[in-house]
Antibody, heavy 119, light 111 residues
């Protein structure tokens, strides 16, 4: 079964750091572009970051540039999001999502891990 | 949001509804595909339409997509109670390499 499982969420104070992980199974991980997408409860989806199959190319939404770093370990079938200098507005459910082959759509999603930034 | 969707639409069972998605030409342009997602309450988003008008395996043909210059639409025919969900369009920002963008989402209510 194709599956993505996120972990690493939690409660952190403003200015703090957190590292999210996403473990993939059921498909050849290093064939795919991977993404992080977040959703504030009751609000819409926001694409946060994406990374190429080999990790050499990355992209970020403006609001996290310089604070978040996406990375991957293809040997471990894992995707990561290092989040530094966290702000209250980063509070959200963070999903890991796979790009479809040859597409900019996201065809497989994890259930998400919750990040709460609060003092 | 960079892509604009109506906040809500509604329809009775059996009816047809459409959800629009509008944006700048550098986002919904000739080279940029539009995709649609369905999010049921409490669930992760599910890819509904990719590449403007293609359905992943398992998505009923009641769902269809279209795209023209700077706009796209999702149509749902034969509306069913289980279609009640949030729907999001998504595309790619040609001015920011690798960046994806979502619409603000549309809540579909089945009356």
């Amino acid at each position: 079964e194709v599956q993505l499982v996120e972990s690493g969420g939690g409660v952190v104070r403003p200015g703090g750091s957190l590292r999210l992980s996403c473990t993939a199974s059921g498909f050849t991980f290093d064939d795919y572009v991977m993404n992080w997408v977040r959703q504030v409860p009751g609000k819409g989806l926001e694409w946060v970051s994406g990374i190429s199959w080999n990790g050499e190319s990355t992209a970020y939404v403006d609001s996290v540039k310089g604070r978040f770093t996406i990375s991957r370990d293809n040997a471990r079938n894992s995707l990561y999001l290092q989040m530094n200098s966290l702000r209250a507005e980063d509070t959200a459910l963070y999903h890991c999502a796979r790009d479809g082959l040859g597409s900019t759509s996201m065809d497989v999603w994890g259930k998400g891990t919750t990040v709460t930034v609060s003092s | 949001s960079v892509l604009t969707q109506p906040p809500s639409v509604s329809g009775a069972p059996g009816q047809r509804v459409t959800i629009s998605c509008t944006g700048s030409s550098y986002i919904i342009g000739p080279a940029n595909d539009v995709h649609w997602y369905q999010q049921l309450p409490g669930a992760a988003p599910k890819l509904l339409i990719f590449g403007n008008n293609s359905r992943p395996s398992g998505v009923p043909d009641r769902f269809s997509g279209s795209k023209s210059v700077a706009s796209a639409s999702l149509a749902i025919t034969g509306l069913q109670a289980e279609d009640e969900a949030d729907y999001y369009c998504q595309s790619y920002d040609s001015t920011l390499s690798g960046s994806k963008v979502f619409g603000g989402g549309t809540k579909l209510t089945v009356l």
